[in-house]
Every structure is written in structure tokens, then in C-alpha cells.
């Protein structure tokens, strides 16, 4: 097949840009979802592109990948990446595994790209703006949130915050095993309500509508099975369905106190995890970018109050 006729039709026509030097106070929390992600990619450029960046990010699953690229002020990096390379088995296929033990390939997409500008490194570490990547602990079945200035290796914690189980190996990092920090937290905004921050605001990649289905009358669970050595983990994988439902649930009452504003797509999300359509990635993308467009006065009135 023409590898041309893979690449999103209005490639060339994505915002493009850098974000300015502004700071706005807050914590933006960006929801993952593998290629729902896309939705998160084009409200990030879309706040980029009103001058929003906040002090704080921490980004699960798809959102930690996005959210080095928010960090990075580079407007449309992301996108470019996803709407261009998506069926490039380097990205996502049998040379991705091959390399990587997993469904995505981590050092291509770390890596130079043709067509896609270097990662600003410089910006993205700067001291002034905080970036978390949530990770689960195969040991321990919990949360853990990595800075990017901590220390310790913030693109392995990317990579294992975005390696879905099942497909992919542990990411090992400080010979400790980690994989997607959905598997634990999918929505991580208590992260920043624990942090003391006053204006939260959180990317969505659902429609404030959706719930996932109860397992809880399963009898046999394939956690329990494939995840055998780490029965914390198996056990956090079988409650995620539930523990899903309840943040949604939770945040819908925060907002309605102040405590936190949503960004969330305003139409059904049909966009699979693995969606190799990419004129429905592109217009998921584009969905995201419009939502952002058009409630940024609402966005500047809450994030200024």
C-alpha cells in the first residue's frame, strides 16, 4: 500500500509554533487513552496558542506523551508525530515490538524523525515549569508520579507510562518494574489537589458521559494469570473499571464546587485505543483544538479568578 495515503491529508495544515515564555499558576492534568490521546494534543495547542502554560503538568498514559511536548512549548509536535508516523511499524507495529518488547516504539519516537523538529530539550527542562509522568509499580500496585528534574530518568518514565499490560514488558526504572500509570490512577488530578494548587485544570479524552462496564461479576480474571508474580498489580488491573467510574464521578462533583474546571470532547468519542483511521484521528484532533477555541473565555475567567 502507498505509505503516502497513511499520513493524515491535512498534514502541512497543522498549527505550528512555539508557545511563549508565559507562566500561568495551576496544574493541568491531561487524561490518557493511546490514540484518544489525539483530542488532548489539539486542546494543548490550542492553549498553547492562547498563551496558557501552566506551572505544573502531569500527564498519564498518552497524556505523559503530550505533555512533554506541552512543556516543550512546541505547538503541533505531537500531532505531527501521531498523524504522520502512525502506520510506521518503527511507531506502532512488528518493528516497534521487535525493539521495544512492546506495541509502541519508544526510541524512534525519542528519537530523530523526518519531518518532525527535535524535542527543545532546553525548554523542557527548564526550572520553572513542573512535569509529572505517572507510573504503576509492578511491586507494589501503586501510583507513582516522576518529575522531570528529580533525578531519575524522566523518558524511561514516559515510556513506562504509556506501555500498555498485556503488550507490552515493565519498563524497569531503579530496578524497579513499572508499566501504564492508568493501570492505577487514569485520571491523576488529586495528584494536584494534593499539591495545594488552586486552579486545576484537566484534559479529558471521554465525554463527560462515558463509564466503563462493572467486572465485578467475573469469575476468572487474566490479571490474576498473566500478572501472577505481581498480585498488587492483578488486583489495582481489576478494580480499574470501578475505580475509573469513581473519579469521573468525583470530578463532575468538584467542578460543580470550583475546585476544578474540565476540558471534555463535546461529542462521543468513537476513536479506538489503537484507531488506524487517521482522518478520524485528525478530526479528533481538530475536535480538541475547537473545544479549547471555544470555551477560552471561560478557561481565562477560571484560571484568573
Known amino acids: 500500500m502507498d505509505y503516502s495515503k497513511k499520513i493524515y491529508s491535512g ?6 509554533g512555539k508557545a511563549s515564555e508565559d507562566i500561568t499558576e495551576g496544574c493541568l492534568v491531561i487524561e490518557g487513552g493511546a490514540f484518544r490521546g489525539l483530542y488532548a494534543s489539539g486542546a494543548l495547542d490550542a492553549l ?76 523542557f527542562a527548564e526550572d520553572s515549569r513542573e512535569f509529572y509522568a505517572v507510573v504503576t509499580n509492578l511491586n507494589t500496585g501503586e501510583t507513582e508520579y516522576i518529575e522531570k528534574n528529580s533525578g531519575r530518568n524522566i523518558f524511561r518514565a514516559v515510556q513506562a507510562s504509556a506501555s500498555m499490560p498485556f503488550v507490552s514488558r515493565p519498563v524497569m526504572i531503579d530496578q524497579q518494574p513499572y508499566l501504564d500509570g492508568g493501570c ?20 479529558r479524552t471521554r465525554d463527560k ?11 476468572v480474571y487474566p490479571e490474576n494469570l498473566v500478572y501472577a508474580a505481581y498480585p498488587s498489580f492483578a488486583s489495582k488491573l481489576i478494580s480499574s473499571n470501578q475505580d475509573y467510574n469513581f473519579l469521573c464521578d468525583e470530578l463532575e462533583l468538584l467542578e460543580k464546587e470550583g475546585r476544578l474546571m474540565t476540558v471534555t470532547p463535546s461529542k462521543k468519542v468513537t476513536v479506538t485505543r ?22 477560552i473565555d471561560r478557561i481565562r475567567e477560571y484560571l484568573s479568578k
Open 184 to 203: 492505577s490512577c487514569k485520571i491523576p488530578y488529586q495528584f494536584a489537589v494534593n499539591k495545594g494548587f488552586d486552579k486545576i485544570l484537566v484534559i
Open 48 to 123: 498553547m496558542e492562547e498563551g496558557i502554560n501552566l506551572r505544573c503538568t502531569v500527564g498519564v498514559s498518552a497524556g505523559a506523551m503530550n505533555g512533554v511536548n506541552y512543556v516543550s512549548g512546541q505547538i503541533g509536535r505531537s500531532a505531527r508525530i501521531n498523524l504522520r508516523y502512525r502506520h510506521d511499524s518503527r511507531y506502532v507495529g512488528p518493528q516497534a515490538i521487535r525493539k521495544n518488547r512492546g506495541i509502541v516504539g519508544f526510541d524512534f519516537v525519542f528519537g530523530k524523525m523526518e519531518g518532525i523538529e527535535d524535542l527543545d530539550m532546553e525548554r
Open 274 to 295: 489503537l484507531e488506524g483511521d487517521v482522518e478520524k484521528l485528525g478530526r479528533l484532533y481538530y475536535l480538541g483544538y475547537n473545544d479549547v477555541k471555544e470555551n
Open 11 to 16: 498534514i502541512y495544515d497543522l498549527p505550528e
Open 209 to 219: 458521559d462515558y463509564r466503563r462496564k462493572d467486572r465485578s461479576h467475573k469469575v
